[in-house]
């Protein structure tokens, strides 16, 4: 595997009963991008992301994550990133491009140690982010609600964080940032990026393949500000901020989506 393997966080898909009201919210408040619709999936992105998309809503009776993506760099880092997964005696399966839905790339699908399934892909159908490339303004006129450019990382719950962490360390090659350890020595959290940012994907210890928030990039405090006024206009539930954090000493806002999904907007760091 090259040094270059998984590059960032990708995608995330959350489940939401009722399709239609959670596409208002991530369109009208969140102001995501409609791509695709596909029977009980919508396809939605940030407004500069080229890829085709990082948000998944898939209509189904319960809340939280279904599943999330990562970015490979290399056709040939996917093969040897399914070989180390194997290696670990983890389940895993391989997917070509358009397998598992509009827009998706060659996928090797892991069920991690932690409940949760991640997708390691590489060649993701790319859109484009409807700007032009000579004299670009910037930003797009008309961006509605929020309007993050991009996605930032993914927080979730397992009961094990140190094995969990040590199989995205040594397994997936996840650098380990920061991290939260009890008086008995065991990791209470992990914060790990491939991205050189302070985090592309944390673990807090919690149920197996539990979902605490996904987080969307904005470029300054300020924006967390209009954020936090956009959710009292739409009476949107905020869970906490605008903030800093101690670890990260990144700033964000949470809040929740009409299932009970959190989500963050997140800047610094």
Known sequence: MSSQGILRLSHVEVRVPDLELALAYYVEVVGLVEVERDGGRVYLRGWDEHQHHSMILLQAPTYGLESAGFKVDSIEDLDALHERVLGAGVDVSRHAAGDLGPGSGDTVRVHSPS?????LVHGMLQVGNKMPQLNPPVAPEGLTGMA???IDHLFLMCEDVDGVTAFFRDVLGFRLTEQIVADDGHQLATFLERSHSSHDIAFL????????????WVDEWGDLRDAADTCSFHGV???AGPTRHGATRGCGLY?????????????GG
């Open 115 to 119: 409940g949760h399934v991640i997708d």
């Open 237 to 239: 539930t905020i869970d």
């Open 148 to 150: 993050p450019p991009r």
């Open 205 to 216: 210890t919690g149920p197996d393949g539990g979902f605490h928030h996904v987080a969307y």
């Open 255 to 267: 809040f929740f989506d009409p299932a009970g999904n959190r989500n963050e907007l997140y800047t």
